[in-house]
């Protein structure tokens, strides 16, 4: 039976499939798709090869674009399967590794530049961080995509790839308004879910009360480098004592060593609260396709949880069984505080982040249906 899903290659266009898979994860590095159809002859036609290049579709609107990593045909006595795998254009930056290059003072462009073009991702589009990179290091063995990355997270950004295979480098903004709803009820208000399962996860093994980011000063021919910069943040919600020291040797500044202990205390809180969710077909009740950072507004009173979350990560799936959607979602507003627009960025001095405990609470009481 067709699919919504098409899958491009050289100008030849499939959609109907036994089964497909198509993965994006914010902080995955490459966006990953699997599909698999019959067929009636192994032989296949010269341009369905690995190291193509594809598009995948929902009916008009481009999902992602990518290569073909792999193919893989398996016959049986009723006919032939063909699987095909592959990934989006980050894979050529994650598989393949990045020039030596260490240099004062270089920006992120140029780095994109050096590392990203001469693997054919020519096409960037960054939103400038307002930290300075004083140096950005690329050792042997690093891949391309390492590089950028840890470049990016030195001015508080992330980099991703659009659907139209454009290299994307900012931070979230949180000033979106909400994107799509996701709803649980039980009783009477069941006739309005739009939520096949639903669950809500709280894990703490990653979450800290207080973080310490240890620095390095510079020396001379007649002193050593001392750890003589240090900043602190404090998890206002921890419920006990769990200290954490960081050696950052590249932190120069104590702006830069704060700035970083809020980053790693606020990523705790963020991984401490997941919610999970499938719901049917692909698209949101406005119409748009679930994407990573959307603005999601979860209602379930049965799970004593209403609140704003960031989508983190989705899974198309279909194929002879119906077409569904899973869904990660992650606190909103809690990741890279300090360089998000409308993020819960502080103050100079040390303080305690406001993302405590009391934020995660529910604020719905738990139905009684």
């Known amino acids: 039976m067709p699919s919504n899903i098409t899958l491009t290659v050289a100008g030849h266009t499939h959609n109907d499939w036994l089964r497909y898979s198509i993965d994006s994860d914010f902080f995955a590095p490459a966006d990953a798709w699997q599909a698999s159809l019959g067929i009636t002859t192994a032989s296949l036609p010269g341009w369905l090869v690995p190291w193509a290049e594809v598009q995948v579709r929902h009916d008009d609107t481009l999902i992602m674009t990518g290569r073909i990593d792999g193919i893989r045909r398996t016959a049986r006595k009723d006919g032939f399967e063909l699987e095909l795998t592959?990934?989006?254009?980050?894979?050529?930056?994650?598989?393949?590794?990045?020039?030596?290059?260490?240099?004062?003072?270089?920006?992120?462009?140029?780095?994109?530049?050096?590392?990203?073009?001469?693997?054919g991702v020519t096409m960037h589009?960054?939103?400038?961080?307002?930290?300075?990179?004083?140096?950005?290091t690329v050792e042997p063995g690093m891949s391309a995509w390492d590089a950028i990355q840890q470049a990016a997270e030195g001015s508080g950004l992330w980099p991703w790839f659009t659907p139209d295979g454009i290299l994307r480098i900012a931070a979230p903004d949180y000033t979106r308004p909400v994107d799509a709803e996701l709803r649980l009820?039980?009783?009477?208000?069941?006739?309005?879910?739009?939520?096949?399962?639903?669950?809500?996860?709280?894990?703490?093994?990653?979450?800290?009360?207080?973080?310490?980011?240890?620095?390095?000063?510079?020396?001379?021919?007649?002193?050593?480098?001392r750890t003589t910069i240090r900043a602190s943040a404090r998890d206002s919600g921890a419920a006990y004592k769990r200290p954490c020291i960081v050696d950052a040797g590249s932190c120069d500044t104590v702006a830069e060593a704060r700035k970083l202990a809020r980053k790693r205390l606020a990523d705790g809180i963020f991984e401490s609260l997941r919610i999970s969710a499938t719901v049917a077909g692909h698209?949101?009740?406005?119409?748009?396709?679930?994407?990573p950072g959307m603005r999601v507004h979860?209602?379930?009173?049965?799970?004593?949880?209403?609140?704003d979350m960031m989508l983190t990560r989705r899974t198309f799936r279909g194929g002879r069984e119906g077409t569904f959607t899973d869904l990660q979602l992650k606190p909103w507003g809690v990741w890279l505080p300090d360089t998000s627009k409308g993020g819960r960025a502080g103050k100079d001095e040390e303080e305690e982040l406001d993302l405590g405990i009391d934020w995660?609470?529910?604020?719905?009481?738990?139905?009684?249906d």
């Open 86 to 119: 592959g990934r989006d254009l980050a894979a050529v930056l994650l598989d393949c590794s990045a020039p030596l290059y260490v240099r004062r003072q270089a920006t992120l462009p140029e780095l994109c530049r050096l590392c990203a073009a001469p693997l």
């Open 125 to 136: 589009d960054i939103t400038p961080g307002e930290l300075p990179y004083r140096r950005i």
């Open 185 to 225: 009820c039980a009783g009477t208000d069941a006739a309005r879910n739009n939520v096949l399962t639903l669950a809500v996860e709280e894990d703490i093994s990653r979450r800290y009360s207080e973080i310490t980011v240890l620095g390095q000063s510079c020396g001379d021919e007649l002193e050593e480098a």
């Open 283 to 291: 698209v949101t009740s406005a119409g748009a396709l679930w994407e």
């Open 298 to 307: 979860v209602y379930a009173p049965p799970l004593a949880v209403e609140r």
């Open 360 to 368: 995660f609470q529910s604020t719905v009481a738990p139905s009684a």
